[in-house]
Structures are given as structure tokens and as C-alpha cells.
């Protein structure tokens, strides 16, 4: 294991950037899980993986021969408020592994120790926060959603003092990028240009190669960022998914879903959902999700806006252009998305009856409190006509009439398709799940692994999200809403 070779062009950029430091160790790390899978798709060779010393590398205690740790600096926009100094508090950047395709894997331990940036903070993370991200950002990659993943997680043989003392672990993340809105944010409040350029120019040489050559590329970046911000929330709000605290500081420059702190998946739809504990004013709620992402957008193009001309005017107007495309994407990809979700082709000819009729189904499942993913569960499963499992999709909304009325006209518009009654309901399968790491079952995998080290449910729960579109025999709990005893209300960042 020795050998996984790590770069770090991200040290080339300057000492303004970053703070070397490295890994504090811990006293007795275990591996929990190493992901395999992920590690051939980075392009390491089998000699690398289940090496005995895994579990020394993971937790910070060894370093890779090549590696120079570093925490970047970063600044943020949280719950609104501008704070200059964030930066990776309990993450240390390790390096980049460069795949022959092209593709880079950027690595970083989570939990790891102090920086430079911890403030307060002791930059551990206790074990539960490191499962659940472990199963949430797998989870999100096997339903097809930009993330961040877990190539790894240990438990370090010490406790973190929390609410109470709890066991602590460390996470190995691998992202396309670490930097952030507010890595640009950080160069901007002191007013470094040439350091916002540098910034842009590295991130636009790793994560956006095909703009390279374009005139104006700082514009052509900015609406690339645009455009995959825009589609990937609406890709969460297609799963029912909250982030929890969107600040500028956990949105990444290259599209993908980051820091999953308080997030989770509804059960039951309520379009004001939060389930974050600091959440208070429900900023990051379910419906403000589209909100937040130009909002947050707008401060990245605060930061860019001299890159986009020399003249002032004609850059803030450049800005404002690209600001007003988000809300067109996010529709677009929002109505294509909802569309596979209910079986309908792209018509043009129907796009506001398409949209009525998906706005309508909204609204029946919050009045009625419906579960999100067996809504769409039943709904990829009932036929052209009258069957038995009309019963089944129609109790989740107390077999109301709006719901009975609403089937009809979704069925009235699926004569307007030309596939087969069984090739829909195969495509609608390939992008409703059957499974999502539900609250409640993450919660039962903490409680295990943290009061009795019993990892069989994570490992159980894992190996069911690697296929959450498929049914799987004898895993029906996998599926189920949680019983009302069992409902998690709110969630914690663990920090
Ligand atoms: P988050 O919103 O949870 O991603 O974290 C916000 C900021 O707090 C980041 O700068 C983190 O690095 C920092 N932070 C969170 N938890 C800790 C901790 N336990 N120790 C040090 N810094 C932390
Ligand atoms: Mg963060």
C-alpha cells in the first residue's frame, strides 16, 4: 500500500492556498471498509487493496510515500453570514491519484486531527457522522448523483467528547475537486485576484478540460458551474434528498453533492422538510434547495466577475447573464428528470400539461404526508390499465379522491406514449429506487456500531444500497418507512 501514488498540484499553487500539517495518530486503528470497487475505478492495482497496514494508512498513522498533507484554506457563506476563516478544521488533504484516462481522485482524511484551521474544534470526527457519510455519498453514487465517495473508514481506538463521549473515526474521501464557493470567497475577501485566477485556472485545468480552449474561459467556467450546480439539485430534489447546511463553504466548484453533515432523505413528503438541528429558520428546507444553489452561485460570481472583463460594467452584466441560465437548467433538468420518473417522453407540445401534472402530484403527496420513494416505488410498477397494485400506491395517500383522480390523468397521458406497458415500467425502475439509506436505518446502524462495535447492520445496509434499484430478495425493512417510534426528527452535524 505503500506505493499509491499521490501528486499534489494543489501545493504548486502557493503557500497562501493551504497550511501543511500532518495527521495526528490515533492510538489503535481498525478498518471498517475499504471500497474496492472505488479503488479500481481510481485505476490502483489489486496489490493495494486489504494490504495488512490499510488501516495505518486510513487513519493518518502512516503516510503514503509520496504524500505532502495540507489543509486548504477556505472561507464561507453560513446561513447567510460571510465568515472569512473556515478552512479544513478535521481534514488533511493528502494528494491526487492521476488515473492514465485523465481522470484525477483527490484524497483527504476526514477526522484526522487539528490544522490550522480547527479554532475550536479537536478536528476528529466521532463514528457515527463517518458511517453516515460513508453509506450516504456511496448511496448517492450508486443513484447516479455527482458526489463525493468513501474509499475508506476506521475507527481510531479513541472516544471525541460530544454531547457525551462517543467512539471516534476517520473517513478517506475522495472528491474531483475539494475546492469550494468559498475557496474563491477566501481569495476575494482580501481582494487577491491573482489568486482567484490561479484558483480558476487549476480548477478549470482538472474539472473542466473541455472549456479550455474556448475564448473567455473564466465565463465559459462559470457557466459550466452553473449548469452542473443547477443539475444536480434538481437531481436531489428528483430523490427527496436535503443537503442540510448548503453554505458557500460545502458547495464544490466541480458539481458535486460534499460535506454530508445533517443531510437525509425524506420519508414522508413535506416540501418544508428540515431535519438539520441548526437549522432553525428552515433555510436549507427541502423546497429552498433551487433558492440556495443561485444564491450561493451569485456569491461565486462576486468573486470571478473581474476575470470576465476589464470592463466593470460589461463583466457584472456578463454575471447576471449566466446567473439568469440557472433557473432554465434547473427546470430543464427538474422536468427531465421528473419525466423518466413518471414514464413520459420530452414533448415539447406538452411541456406545461407535463409540468401541471407533476406539480399536482406534489402537491397530493405533501397534503398527504405520502413516502417519497414508494410513491415512485408503486408508481413504476402499476399498469395502463386497473390492476391489483393500484390499491397498494393509493393507500400511501389515504386513498383520497385527488389521488384516484390524478391516476386517471396520468394514465390518460401515458396513452399518448408509444412503448410497451412493460418497457415503461422498466424505465421508470432504472431511476426510481427501491432503496435509499433511510434515516431511521442509518440510525440503527450508529446505535450498533457505536454502543456495541457491531458493524454487520452498515455492512448489511451497504451492500443493499449497492443496488438500490433492484428488489432484493428478503431485504423488504430495507424498504420500508420507519415506524413511528422509530422516526429521526432531527439530525447533527457531529461536529
Ligand atoms: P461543516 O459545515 O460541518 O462542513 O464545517 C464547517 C467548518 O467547521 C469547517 O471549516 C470545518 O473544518 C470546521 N469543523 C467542523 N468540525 C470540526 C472539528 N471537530 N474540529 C475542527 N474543525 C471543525
Ligand atoms: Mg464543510
Redesign the pocket.
Known amino acids: 500500500m505503500k506505493y499509491i501514488p499521490l501528486s499534489n498540484r494543489f501545493l504548486e499553487l502557493g503557500r497562501q492556498f493551504y497550511n501543511k500539517c500532518r495527521p495526528v495518530p490515533v492510538s489503535a486503528p481498525t478498518l471498517i471498509k475499504y471500497n474496492e470497487n472505488l479503488a479500481t475505478t481510481m485505476g490502483l492495482s489489486s496489490d493495494d487493496f486489504y494490504s495488512s497496514d490499510a488501516a495505518l494508512f486510513f487513519s493518518g498513522n502512516q503516510l503514503f510515500d509520496s504524500c505532502e498533507p495540507l489543509a486548504m484554506a ?1 472561507s ?1 457563506s ?1 446561513f447567510g453570514q460571510f465568515n472569512p476563516q ?6 488533511i488533504y493528502l494528494g491526487e491519484v492521476n488515473h492514465p484516462d485523465g481522470d484525477c481522485y483527490d484524497m483527504q482524511l476526514k ?1 484526522s486531527g ?2 490550522a ?9 466521532a463514528l457515527g457522522p463517518v458511517l453516515r457519510e460513508y453509506l450516504v455519498s456511496e448511496a448517492m453514487f450508486k443513484l447516479n448523483v455527482p458526489t463525493t465517495r468513501a474509499l475508506a473508514a476506521v475507527t481510531t481506538g479513541e472516544e ?1 467528547a460530544r454531547e457525551s463521549l462517543t467512539p471516534g473515526g476517520i473517513l478517506t474521501r475522495i472528491a474531483s475537486s475539494f475546492i469550494r464557493v468559498g475557496t474563491f470567497q477566501y481569495f476575494a475577501s482580501s481582494g487577491d485576484l491573482k489568486s482567484i485566477k490561479k484558483l480558476a485556472d487549476y480548477v478549470i485545468e482538472r474539472n473542466y478540460q473541455a472549456i479550455q480552449d474556448v475564448d473567455n474561459q473564466y465565463l465559459e467556467f462559470f457557466k459550466s458551474v452553473v449548469e452542473r450546480q443547477a443539475k444536480l439539485i434538481a437531481q436531489w430534489m428528483q430523490l427527496g434528498f436535503i443537503h442540510g ?1 448548503m ?1 458557500t ?2 458547495m464544490s466548484i466541480a458539481g458535486e453533492t460534499i ?1 454530508y ?1 445533517p443531510c437525509a432523505f425524506m420519508d414522508e413528503f413535506d416540501r418544508n422538510q428540515v431535519y438539520s438541528f441548526i437549522d432553525r429558520g428552515g433555510r436549507y428546507a427541502y423546497s429552498n434547495q433551487p433558492s440556495i444553489g443561485l444564491w450561493n452561485l451569485t456569491r461565486l460570481a462576486e468573486t470571478l466577475v473581474p476575470l470576465f472583463s476589464d470592463d466593470t460594467d460589461k463583466a457584472v452584466e456578463l454575471a447576471k447573464s449566466v446567473l439568469q441560465s440557472y433557473e432554465g437548467s434547473y427546470d430543464n433538468a427538474w422536468l427531465a428528470g421528473m419525466r423518466d420518473k413518471l414514464g413520459l417522453t420530452p414533448d415539447a407540445d406538452n411541456n406545461e400539461e407535463d409540468k401541471r401534472l407533476i406539480e399536482s402530484l406534489f402537491e397530493i403527496m405533501h397534503v398527504k404526508r405520502a413516502d417519497f420513494t414508494l410513491t415512485f416505488f408503486y408508481l413504476s410498477r402499476l399498469d395502463m390499465k386497473y390492476s391489483s397494485l393500484d390499491k397498494k400506491f393509493k393507500a400511501l395517500f389515504d386513498n383520497s379522491e385527488s389521488i384516484e383522480s390524478w391516476l386517471s390523468k396520468w394514465r390518460e397521458r401515458l396513452t399518448k406514449e408509444s412503448l410497451t406497458n412493460e418497457q415503461r415500467q422498466l424505465n421508470m425502475q432504472t431511476v426510481n429506487p427501491v432503496y435509499i439509506p433511510r434515516n431511521h436505518l442509518i440510525e440503527a446502524v450508529i446505535r450498533a456500531a457505536e454502543d456495541n462495535n457491531d458493524f454487520t447492520l452498515f455492512h448489511e445496509l451497504h451492500s443493499v444500497l449497492e443496488n438500490p434499484f433492484s428488489l432484493q430478495e428478503g431485504m423488504d425493512k430495507y424498504m420500508l418507512p420507519p415506524e413511528p417510534e422509530e422516526v429521526v426528527e432531527n439530525t447533527f ?3
Not at 473556515?86 to 481534514?91: F, I, K, M
Not at 484551521?117 to 470526527?125: A, F, I, K
Open positions: 477556505y464561507g453560513q473556515l478552512g479544513d478544521g478535521r481534514a477526522g487539528r490544522t484551521y480547527s479554532r475550536n474544534g479537536d478536528g476528529r470526527s471525541v447546511v453554505n463553504d460545502n460535506d453533515g452535524c457531529g461536529t
